[in-house]
DNA sequence: TTAATGATGGGCT
DNA sequence: GCCCATCATTAAA
């Protein structure tokens, strides 16, 4: 197992975001280990009208402009905390969003954190379902992925095909093809 | 100070 | 499949 450092994640936006999947994420929380594969993701670039950071710097997207390889946690729809890993060099913004993963380890913690879900399957297939499922917050925002107890980590994989499509919830900039998933897997948010 | 808006989820039918 | 709760961020005034 090797953890993916900040050379990872500075460069093209859409590479890392292909990369990432079949990835797994690590977050250590109260003696407990969380473990999920990443099965879903989605590029935000700069000159993408649909990223946040599209209409220049602001103290929300301000940490997408900083150093790649950190946290851009944001608070969509009311209830909803959205995962994103910052990529590209330092002052390029740019992010990956997390949109679905797969349970690895710790799946009673998840449904714990998850309460009134029945089915496995709803506990991480979409965005929002996962940060809950992971107990991310906005105190997620700015942290470093290359800490002690939250990271991404190569577990080799690379048995699966990618599949490229347009990305989802969006109004402007539909038509670019940077959401990508693996082809198959069950936790897909949307077909 | 205020109002519009949105990278959605969940429950009910 | 349809409906709606819910609030941080943003731009306008």
């Known amino acids: 197992m090797?953890?993916?450092?900040?050379?990872?994640y500075s460069r093209d936006t859409s590479k890392v975001a292909q990369?990432?999947?079949?990835?797994?994420?690590?977050h250590k929380i109260n003696g407990h280990?969380?473990?999920?594969?990443?099965?879903?993701t989605e590029g935000y670039l700069q000159n993408d009208p649909a990223c946040h950071a599209s209409r220049?710097?602001?103290?929300?997207?301000?940490?997408m402009f900083g150093p790649p390889g950190r946290?851009?946690?944001y608070f969509s729809y009311g209830n909803h905390w959205l995962l994103n890993f910052v990529t590209e060099k330092?002052?390029?913004p740019g992010a990956v969003l997390i949109r679905a993963v797969e349970p690895v380890k710790g799946i009673?913690?998840?449904?714990?954190?998850?309460?009134?879900?029945?089915?496995?399957?709803?506990?991480?297939?979409?965005p929002g379902k996962l940060t809950q499922a992971l107990a991310i917050t906005k105190d997620f925002y700015g942290l470093s992925l290359t800490g002690n107890n939250f990271y991404v980590e190569n577990?080799?994989?690379?048995?699966?095909?990618?599949?490229?499509?347009?990305?989802i919830g969006i109004s402007e900039g539909c038509e670019l093809p940077y959401r990508y998933y693996i082809k198959g897997n069950k936790f897909i948010s949307r077909k």
């Open 2 to 8: 090797k953890i993916l450092d900040k050379n990872f």
């Open 19 to 26: 990369e990432l999947l079949g990835k797994n994420i690590v």
């Open 33 to 40: 280990e969380l473990v999920v594969k990443i099965v879903e």
């Open 56 to 63: 220049g710097l602001t103290p929300r997207n301000k940490v």
């Open 71 to 73: 946290v851009y946690v």
């Open 90 to 92: 330092e002052n390029v």
């Open 108 to 126: 009673e913690i998840i449904r714990n954190n998850r309460p009134g879900i029945k089915k496995d399957i709803d506990l991480t297939n979409g």
């Open 155 to 167: 577990n080799g994989i690379k048995t699966f095909e990618i599949f490229t499509t347009t990305r």
